[in-house]
């Protein structure tokens, strides 16, 4: 009984302790995007900062190369590939998008769909045409497009989707 009457010292303890500034150290390959009061974001380079939890909010987001590696079934066939990417402008990015990974992996899906449609089984001419669409189309995000491959494809081997099945 004297634990459950004395619980919500641990809520109180934290709620204090959550609003305690507090240093925050940004390496080299992230930026800290900060915003102060929900607005008037800014970004942190490489340093020390101190962070201050009651009037500002913070992302941290990697600015060095990452990678998005798919597989993808386009009628009776199957692709893999990947892109490397990296953002470019912190800022943008934290104000445009929530997500990088799935954000480029969703333009990327979108792409090859149309390069597929367009370029029919020139993997070489698919690959430089879905390489210049994302990397025009996520320039708007503060993402930059290193290089878009296709690193194999095959006959799809499994069964129909759901969605196949009730055409």
């Avoid at 800014?42 to 941290?60: F, H, K, M, N, Q």
């Avoid at 990697?62 to 953002?87: C, K, L, M, P, W």
């Amino acid at each position: 009984m004297l634990g459950m009457d004395l619980s919500f010292l641990s809520d109180l303890l934290r709620v204090f302790a959550d609003a305690i500034p507090r240093p925050v150290m940004v390496r080299t390959d992230e930026r800290l995007v900060e915003f102060r009061f929900g607005r008037w974001p800014r970004v942190l380079g490489p340093g020390w900062y101190l962070e201050i939890p009651l009037i500002a909010t913070y992302e941290s987001h990697f600015v060095t190369d990452q990678f998005v590696e798919n597989q993808q079934r386009f009628g009776h066939n199957v692709y893999r590939y990947s892109v490397r990417f990296a953002i470019t402008d912190a800022l943008l990015f934290a104000t445009r998008t929530y997500d990088d990974a799935s954000l480029v992996a969703d333009v990327t899906e979108i792409q090859f769909s149309q390069a597929l449609l367009e370029h029919d089984s020139d993997l070489e001419q698919i690959s430089k045409a879905v390489h210049e669409a994302i990397k025009e189309e996520l320039k708007e995000f503060g993402i930059d497009v290193r290089n878009f491959q296709i690193s194999g494809h095959s006959k799809a081997d499994f069964c129909l989707s759901v969605w196949e099945l009730s055409q």
